[in-house]
T-cell receptor, first 112, second 114 residues
């Protein structure tokens, strides 16, 4: 009965590769997010997405793109991976009319 | 843009004692929401407590309570009767009324000692 799930939990890949991280929520929420947590534990929003609008943090490189096949899923696709992309990526969801965000368990991405 | 500052990178407390974690924020808005999240070693982000800025009463959740000082833009978290399971990173977060995205502080690492 996991609320927000992410796969994989760990991802190790070479520089230059393209990879995706999947996120699914079974809470019936209409808004989903991606956050990045760097090595110093600093958390920063990357994207906010609902069925009407994609909001992109302007500091996110365009190598990162969210893809949502339906309301319950928001996948993160990353092109041409760089060493600096190594981080933990968190997916979250919320109901637009309610403020609490529920987080997934995170995906630790390591770029070699 | 909003900023959230946690001035204590690390703190420790003895089991069963009380500890207060500090958070300040900067915003020009009058209506917004504040949160404390806990991140244990498992790295799962867990909501601890939330506060609506339009509410004067401080939020409480069992052993967790906040001291919300709107004029000072301060939002501290008090943990009473600390338990070993409280050992974690604690993040203060801000959300404005219009958007859904959270702005996080840099975190405070709390160690509860037996």
């Amino acid at each position: 009965d996991t609320a927000v799930s992410q796969t994989p939990k760990y991802l190790v890949t070479q520089m230059g590769n393209d990879k995706s991280i999947k996120c699914e929520q079974n809470l019936g929420h209409d808004t989903m997010y991606w956050y990045k947590q760097d090595s110093k534990k600093f958390l920063k929003i990357m994207f906010s997405y609902n069925n009407k609008e994609l909001i992109i943090n302007e500091t996110v490189p365009n190598r990162f793109s969210p893809k949502s096949p339906d309301k319950a899923h928001l996948n993160l696709h990353i092109n041409s991976l760089e060493l600096g992309d190594s981080a933990v990526y968190f997916c979250a969801s919320s109901q637009a009319t309610y403020n609490e965000q529920f987080f997934g368990p995170g995906t630790r991405l390591t770029v070699l | 843009a909003q900023t959230v500052t946690q001035s204590q990178p690390e703190m420790s407390v003895q089991e069963a004692e009380t500890v207060t974690l500090s958070c300040t924020y900067d915003t020009s808005e009058s209506n917004y929401y504040l949160f404390w999240y806990k991140q244990p070693p498992s790295r799962q982000m867990i909501l601890v407590i939330r506060q609506e800025a339009y509410k004067q009463q401080n939020a409480t959740e069992n052993r967790f309570s906040v001291n919300f000082q709107k004029a000072a833009k301060s939002f501290s978290l008090k943990i009473s009767d600390s338990q070993l399971g409280d050992t974690a990173m604690y993040f203060c977060a801000f959300r404005n009324n219009a958007g859904n995205m959270l702005t996080f502080g840099g975190g405070t690492r709390l160690m509860v000692k037996p």
